[in-house]
């Protein structure tokens, strides 16, 4: 069966079959205790974690946010451009557009570029190549509050096969952004959209984290910058709860209360939670006021969604 499907999984389009031949996904290769990785909650111990976390980040070493806690405080995007550029995988470039006049409304945030998707994007290409920590070719990678689909294609070009989620109101932008990447065009091209040289692509769908429609396999979930009120917040754990694959949240600290909302959450909801060294991340957006989440569930007691991915948030 193997075989027949290696083989399949090579003929023209079908590349979206060789995750059958992958072995489960594990990060156990980033959480490498020589890389510097910090346990955050562990199973059975989590009572005191929000309290501890919080100290380590804003107290440790002094506040890494300088005072610019403000969601439009940014370091690796010029949101007042119209588009974006990042350079992606195989040298290709990706470009997004923007829609800052949007950031006027309250609760909008997916309409431009934050520095979560610029550090996690830049990084897991450093990851995927240089350094061989984590291989996406051929994965299932769902990404919630997608946002302007930077990280997504970024993810399509390193080979994996992204379905990229937002709200109704923000997928003609993901839409648009996602398309312009496109390995060919027109009305037949997708979604999904085949994009870049290692067989990946993107979907995109709805997804609202107060309203979990129908569950999505995968086998990695990610998430930036989606950890800034406590209702949102709420309804994001909520959601990953339903989950029991890897996944990875890269969040830029805002304040502490929501920090503490958001480590809280995890705990209670029983995850094995770890929290990357700057260090780890790419060398051009190292920074402690960005920090990446290596997350499971491993006690998932079959949630709605075990298995699978589902949720959705509310303003992203």
């Not at 937002?166 to 312009?180: F, G, M, T, W």
């Not at 209360?257 to 209670?268: G, I, K, R």
Request: aromatic letters at 6%.
């Amino acid at each position: 069966l193997k075989l027949f499907l290696g083989l399949w999984s090579l003929r023209p389009g079908g590349a979206g079959l060789k995750w059958l031949l992958l072995a489960p996904m594990a990060l156990d290769a980033l959480l490498d205790p020589r890389r510097g990785a910090v346990v955050v909650v562990e199973l059975g111990n989590a009572e005191d974690a929000a309290s501890e976390e919080v100290c380590a980040l804003y107290y440790a070493d002094g506040d890494p946010t300088g005072g610019h806690r403000s969601q439009n405080a940014t370091l690796f995007a010029d949101q007042r451009a119209s588009t974006f550029e990042l350079e992606g995988a195989d040298g290709a470039q990706i470009e997004v557009s923007q829609q800052s006049d949007h950031l006027r409304l309250a609760g909008v945030t997916g309409c431009v570029v934050w520095n979560g998707a610029v550090v996690l994007a830049k990084s897991l290409a450093l990851w995927a190549g240089e350094l061989g920590l984590l291989e996406l070719e051929g994965r299932r990678v769902l990404e919630l509050g997608a946002g302007t689909g930077v990280l997504a294609v970024a993810c399509a070009m390193l080979g994996a096969t992204v379905v990229a989620t937002e709200q109704a109101e923000r997928l003609k932008l993901l839409s648009k952004n996602v398309e312009r990447h496109a390995s060919h065009r027109g009305a037949a091209a997708g979604p999904p959209w085949a994009i870049g040289r290692r067989g990946g692509s993107v979907d995109v769908q709805e997804l609202d984290w107060f309203s979990p429609g129908p569950c999505i396999d995968c086998d990695l979930l990610l998430a930036t910058d989606v950890v800034y009120t406590e209702e949102v917040t709420l309804a994001l754990v909520r959601c990953l709860a339903a989950y029991d694959v890897p996944m990875l949240l890269t969040v830029e600290l805002r304040t502490e209360e929501v920090h503490f909302c958001f480590v809280e959450a995890l705990a209670l909801a029983g995850f094995l939670v770890h929290r990357l060294p700057p260090e780890l991340h790419a060398a051009e957006v190292q920074t402690r006021r960005v920090v990446t989440y290596v997350m499971s569930r491993p006690s998932a007691d079959g949630g709605a969604c075990a298995s699978h991915a589902g949720g959705g948030h509310q303003k992203k």
